[in-house]
């Protein structure tokens, strides 16, 4: 008896370690690439607006993004270096990734979902790790934290409550805050929970709530924009009539050895454990619902997106292919000693080859940052600080971004050259208007007069001057 609980706390302090090297390595990762992780594509946007405005940016009125911006605005608002603020856009996300870890693993007592939800952060989201202000990867782990919360009261024998309903709200309801791909991780997350307990009160109650926060944000959610266009292709006819050709198809067989083996041999083994306890029911259900939430998401996202949002939206199918994995483990039975660390080494390997692959990633985005940053010395040796530059002579470079050049490359200037320099691209050297007070930032976005507006004198030196045409490829 002594043996057995010696060697069930090694396991368990074993598995202790291992979650605080992964988050640690994640860490470290999101200081070594802060550059790509705070001024490529829309965290570029937001972090110009935190800087210049010293107020949360909010986009597409997602408030819960207080979440993500709140300590990196205190920075702002406190006028620490213009580097301390970009390290605390990408580092502080981190430390709200390893709250949800530490309530998983520790509070709720779920070792297993700690590691999806590490996994699922890690092995398919290797572009998508240099986006540090990530609402979808918050709404994630909140769906998550509802899902643990849901499994420690089954296991703890309670019987939901008011208290427990409000906890439980709260969590699901602040998941969809975030973003509204959560509805989708919800559906998914309520469908294990009838897997595990059928109709169960805890399966009622996580029902209830799903359907009110489902009422909830569909009152509340502005009119058009992003969102709308993703719940209108859902009913869409020409988007599921256009199914077959859908751009999420491609990318999952274009991509299938290289992200998502290892989701389908997760899939496989939890349908061989329900095949050999003769659950041939719920191995129907499971094989069904797995095909429904591919269609739907490739309904959803018909036309597709680059690489790096497409990580993002595939993240449906690796969760429901994945997350039941958290039932066969709670029934599988490790007899033997080397039982344990056979899988903790599995788990090893498998983390050790995403954080390798997110390193590898990362060094091309910041390879990319530094790219844009020649571009911007290239300006300053010639004295410029305001240039229209052809986005053809650009746009053939990894991931060069041009909506938010603007914007990237005035922090860019600020940050190591201590000048404000701007590029701003364009398709056809046709209606370039601009004044000598006005900063152009991207297309959606009104110009906005220096005289009337003057940027942030804390983060931006004064930009003067009028805007410049230049031919990169001359140059």
């Not at 999806?116 to 202000?133: D, E, S, T």
Request: hydrophobic share 50%; with cysteine; glycine share 4%.
């Amino acid at each position: 008896m002594g043996s057995q609980i010696k060697n069930k706390s090694f396991i368990f302090n074993f598995q202790a370690i291992i979650v605080c090297l992964i988050v640690f390595v994640y860490a470290y990762f999101s200081v070594l690439f802060y550059l790509p992780r705070t001024l490529y594509m829309d965290t570029s946007y937001m972090t110009f607006n935190l800087l210049n405005y010293e107020t949360f940016a909010l986009e597409h009125n997602r408030l819960s993004l207080f979440f993500l911006q709140f300590v990196p605005l205190i920075f702002v608002k406190l006028k620490m270096s213009l580097t301390m603020v970009l390290m605390s856009i990408s580092l502080w996300p981190c430390f709200l990734y390893g709250s949800i870890t530490y309530l998983l693993y520790k509070k709720f007592n779920q070792p297993v979902l700690a590691f999806v939800w590490l996994l699922l952060l890690i092995v398919p989201m290797r572009h998508f790790f240099n986006y540090a202000l990530s609402e979808s990867n918050m709404a994630l782990g909140m769906s998550l934290l509802g899902f643990g919360y849901v499994i420690f009261m089954l296991e703890s024998n309670r019987i939901p409550t008011l208290w427990n309903l409000t906890w439980l709200f709260g969590f699901n309801m602040i998941a969809v805050l975030f973003h509204p791909s959560a509805i989708i991780y919800l559906m998914i997350i309520g469908f294990v929970i009838f897997l595990k307990v059928g109709y169960n009160k805890w399966f009622g109650a996580h029902l209830l709530t799903y359907l009110e926060v489902c009422i909830l944000y569909f009152l509340i959610k502005p009119k058009g924009g992003y969102d709308t266009q993703i719940i209108e292709n859902i009913f869409s006819f020409q988007s599921l009539s256009n199914i077959l050709d859908s751009y999420v198809i491609n990318f999952y067989l274009g991509n299938f050895w290289s992200y998502y083996l290892l989701f389908f041999v997760a899939m496989l083994f939890i349908l061989i454990r329900f095949f050999m306890q003769n659950k041939f029911m719920k191995l129907m259900l499971y094989s069904c619902f797995c095909l429904f939430v591919f269609i739907m998401v490739s309904i959803i996202y018909v036309n597709g997106d680059s690489v790096f949002f497409m990580e993002k939206n595939m993240l449906p199918i690796s969760l429901i292919m994945l997350l039941p994995i958290v039932l066969v483990f709670k029934g599988f039975k490790f007899d033997k000693h080397w039982q344990h660390l056979i899988t903790l080494s599995v788990m090893v390997l498998v983390f050790s080859f995403g954080l390798f692959q997110i390193h590898k990633v990362g060094l091309l985005y910041r390879s990319r940052s530094l790219q844009v940053l020649d571009i911007v010395k290239l300006m300053d040796s010639k004295g410029l600080k305001k240039v229209w530059i052809q986005q053809d002579a650009i746009q053939n470079s990894f991931n060069m971004a041009p909506w938010t050049m603007p914007y990237e490359t005035l922090i860019l200037s600020n940050l190591f050259l201590d000048k404000s320099i701007t590029l701003k691209p364009f398709l056809e050297e046709t209606n370039l208007k601009s004044e000598a007070n006005d900063f152009i930032g991207s297309d959606f976005t009104p110009v906005i007069n220096l005289d009337k507006n003057p940027l942030n004198p804390t983060y931006f030196k004064a930009l003067k001057g009028n805007y410049q045409v230049i031919d990169i490829t001359k140059e």
